[in-house]
């Protein structure tokens, strides 16, 4: 059974930068079922949504919201799926989490990284 499992949140000033890790389990990420990989946020009350997604091809594609601020990369030999967050603002405080994205089917939530930007 596939699994993501997020690390990496907390709480930074605006301006400043966190990294989030996604770690699948259960398969290898160059699996073709699991080729594209999503970062996803969500704010209390509201939908999830895909901010940023990659597939095994090193494609990127990125909302607008996060574009020039966020990067994601994956490193195939430890199953992981990053999020590099840079001059981040109090709207990014969200629940960030990882999934399928793309043709690759959506999986169970994981628990999420929760992100707090503040003052």
């Known amino acids: 059974q596939v699994q993501f499992v997020e690390s990496g949140g907390g709480s930074v000033q605006p301006g400043g930068s966190l990294r989030l890790s996604c770690t699948v389990s259960?398969?290898?990420?160059?699996?073709?079922?699991?080729?594209?990989v999503g970062w996803y946020r969500q704010f209390p009350g509201k939908q999830r949504e895909l901010i940023a997604d990659?597939?095994?091809?090193?494609?990127?594609n990125y909302d607008d919201s996060v574009k020039g601020r966020f990067s994601i990369s994956r490193d195939n030999a430890r199953n992981t799926v990053y999020l590099q967050m840079n001059s981040l603002k109090p709207e990014d405080t969200a629940k960030y989490y990882c999934?399928?994205?793309?043709?690759?089917?959506?999986?169970?939530w994981g628990r999420g990284a929760q992100v707090t930007v503040s003052s």
């Open positions: 999934n399928g994205a793309g043709s690759a089917p959506l999986r169970s």
């Open positions: 259960g398969s290898l990420l160059t699996n073709i079922r699991i080729n594209e």
């Open positions: 990659i597939n095994n091809g090193d494609w990127t």
